[in-house]
């Protein structure tokens, strides 16, 4: 019973390229987020949604686009990838942000993007 | 502004305990967390602390919170192969809607 699952779980690209990483959730969580990891092991998040509204938008180039079809899906698409991209996205999601709520995250496995 | 900082690297011997140490900078702070990832995984809760706690313990896990000195602490007891991982601290502050800000993370080795 897979939590948070992102496909693909490796992806391999060439720089100029455009390419889709897909996040779900079976935890019934309204708030999903996107992080970049890089090769030192900094965790930064890119992106939060709340029942499909963005919430949160950090510093990321417009090439990044995040899309919610759903409360149970947050898809990153990426355009024209740069040598720079190269990272592990992990995908994350957690309850609504309320009174007395821990806020947990629970983290995808993570996909590792190597751009060429 | 928000900053989590953690050391980069801790060794320890196999069976002695392990303490990871941690400092922010937001006094508004809520919760606090410990993560661990291991090699090629994601990040995975281990445990974390309301602010208004100074210790909380599970097994072999005991967390220290130091809210006027802003220090946050996890030992692990019996530190053991298995543990080997990077430990990243995070905050959670009522100042950044929804936004957890984590450490740099602490790779803790175990040496026979």
């Known amino acids: 019973d897979t939590a948070v699952s992102q496909t693909p779980k490796y992806l391999v690209t060439q720089m100029g390229n455009d390419k889709s990483i897909k996040c779900e959730q079976n935890?019934?969580?309204?708030?999903m987020y996107w992080y970049k990891q890089d090769s030192k092991k900094f965790l930064k998040i890119m992106f939060s949604y709340n029942n499909k509204e963005l919430i949160i938008n950090e510093t990321v180039p417009n090439r990044f686009s995040p899309k919610s079809p759903d409360k149970a899906h947050l898809n990153l698409h990426i355009n024209s990838l740069e040598l720079g991209d190269s990272a592990v996205y992990f995908c994350?999601?957690?309850?609504?942000?309320?009174?007395?709520?821990?806020?947990?995250?629970?983290f995808g496995p993570g996909t590792r993007l190597t751009v060429l | 502004g928000e900053d989590v900082e953690q050391s980069l690297f801790l060794s320890v011997r196999e069976g002695d305990s392990s303490v990871i140490n941690c400092t922010y900078t937001d006094s508004s702070s809520t919760y606090l967390y410990w993560y661990k990832q291991e090699p090629g995984a994601g990040l995975q809760l281990l445990t974390y602390i309301f602010s208004n706690m100074d210790m909380k313990q599970d097994q072999r896990l005991t967390v220290l919170l130091n809210k006027k000195d802003k220090h946050l602490s996890l030992r692990i007891a019996d530190t053991q192969t298995g543990d080997s991982a990077i430990y990243f601290c995070?905050?959670?502050?009522?100042?950044?809607?929804?936004?957890?800000?984590f450490g740099s993370g602490t790779r803790l080795s175990i040496r026979p």
């Open positions: 995070a905050e959670r502050t009522d100042s950044s809607a929804s936004k957890i800000i």
């Open positions: 935890l019934g969580h309204d708030t």
């Open positions: 994350a999601s957690s309850q609504s942000r309320r009174a007395g709520s821990t806020d947990t995250q629970y």
